[in-house]
């Protein structure tokens, strides 16, 4: 699937595991949760063997600042 790839420390993660092997991508994180289930049936669709389980990680972020979100520090 187009956008997935190897994945960087530092980004999204899926993993995919069948009865007999396994498979792990990075993948964007404009990725809607319709593209990895799109990706992970297709891989399912000509894999060998069962699907045993999906791991999706996500790496947490900051949460925004005041100053980074634009919010004015105006008084009412």
Excluded: C, N, Y
């Amino acid at each position: 699937m187009r956008g997935f790839h190897e994945a960087q420390a530092s980004e999204s993660r899926l993993r995919v595991v069948f009865e007999d092997d396994q498979i792990s991508f990075g993948f964007p994180t404009v990725a809607t949760l319709g593209d990895v289930a799109d990706w992970v049936g297709g891989l399912a669709k000509f894999h060998e063997s069962s699907l045993v389980a999906v791991d999706v990680k996500i790496p947490r972020r900051a949460a925004p600042s005041i100053a980074s979100t634009g919010a004015s520090q105006g008084t009412h």
